[in-house]
């Protein structure tokens, strides 16, 4: 028992230096204007926080980690976050699982709730969710966007960025991330330079247009060649939360 004790504390404190909160798309591209209008920044007073993703007229879906400033609204409608003609809606209400306490033990998803909704037309859309539970297969092409640094030690961007991510076989993903928690994808990161970096949490990724994880988090500080996979919550794993909070709020 006390070898085992050892043992998680070993890996906690491990963790803990290698992974990184927040994230950025390395060796991406700029998102087409009219695409992934859904996406939403995440905002504090002091501006971007983390990524978002829209998925009905008032509610926003972010990563739970990223409570950790005064987020006090969202922004939608704009790929570029300097023009100026994009729509703010202030953050009403937040909503994370009671027990999350760590993006290591999982549950890292947070909705919040719009103090308006959001007029949907040629600049804001929402994104759908899976309808039930799923598991993502392996090698499947998918899609993460963010607004964060695209390099080691770079700066964040203005225009939204988006890379191809291939998921990861969750035994591979296990093998090289001991004791992982449970509910999550792994997508990008590995074996490749594409993925996301410290900067940008909170954005979907998306397969087949379904958002199906959130960005959660990676090893600390390697924008350029990740050599662990990047891990996203599985948002098909909490859809009776979400439809809970969404119907009750």
Known sequence: MESLHAFLVLAYFIFHFFAGYGTDIIHGKKAPDKSMLYMASVQSSKGHVCGGFLVTEDFVVTA???DTVNITHVVIGN???QQGSDIKIIVEKKFKPSNFNDVWLGKDIMLLKLSR???LG???????LPCAEMNVKADEVCQVAGWGRNRTGGE???DLRVVNVSVINPEVCREQWPGLPVNVICAGGYGTDKGFCQGDS???LVCNGLAVGIVSFNKYRNCNYPDV???YTDISKYLQWINKVLATS
């Not at 040629?122 to 759908?128: D, G, T």
């Open 64 to 66: 739970a980690h990223c």
């Open 79 to 81: 790929h570029n976050l």
């Open 117 to 119: 909704k959001a007029q």
């Open 122 to 128: 040629c600049k804001v859309q929402i994104i759908q």
């Open 156 to 158: 964040n961007v203005d």
């Open 202 to 204: 909170g954005g979907p």
């Open 229 to 231: 996979p990047n891990v």
